[in-house]
């Protein structure tokens, strides 16, 4: 029962705080999200990096994150922690994870980067990077 509720207020939580960061309707995601309540070390989360004048981004977000396919693929894998960081208005989270490049895409599992990407990937590349 406490883990139920534990992770009830927990979702609601991170519901509230990336709610209230997106309330411009500017930004998706604009700081780091919070570490959930019930995290367990196999929780894999997903950070995109990525700038509205960058061309490669925004070809990312338009020809492949948002084809149905792979929204669905994240959804499995990362459920909700999935976080979009626009670098010119966080730019103490881009050189927290060390972004030197755009776009960025991190898989992290706990607390730790699992894998890495910089740059521009085809649909089925991008499938199978996140598996």
Not at 8 to 20: L, P, Q, S
Not at 74 to 91: Q, Y
Not at 108 to 118: A, F, S, W
Request: glycine share 6%; charged share 15%; net charge neutral.
């Amino acid at each position: 029962m406490k883990l139920a509720l534990a992770f009830f207020f927990g979702f609601f939580a991170t519901y509230a705080v990336v709610a209230w960061l997106v309330a411009d309707g500017q930004h998706e995601i604009v700081a780091k999200p919070p570490m959930p309540i019930v995290s367990a070390e196999t929780e894999y989360r997903f950070y995109y990096f990525g700038a509205s004048w960058c061309g490669p981004c925004v070809a990312m977000k338009t020809n492949v994150l948002s084809q149905p396919e792979v929204k669905a693929a994240m959804m499995v894998k990362f459920g909700m922690f999935i976080t979009v960081i626009d670098v010119d208005t966080t730019p103490k989270v881009a050189t927290e994870f060390n972004i030197t490049a755009l776009p960025t895409f991190l898989i992290i599992q706990g607390n730790e980067v699992v894998k890495r990407n910089i740059g521009y990937m085809s649909k089925e590349p991008f499938l199978e990077w996140i598996k």
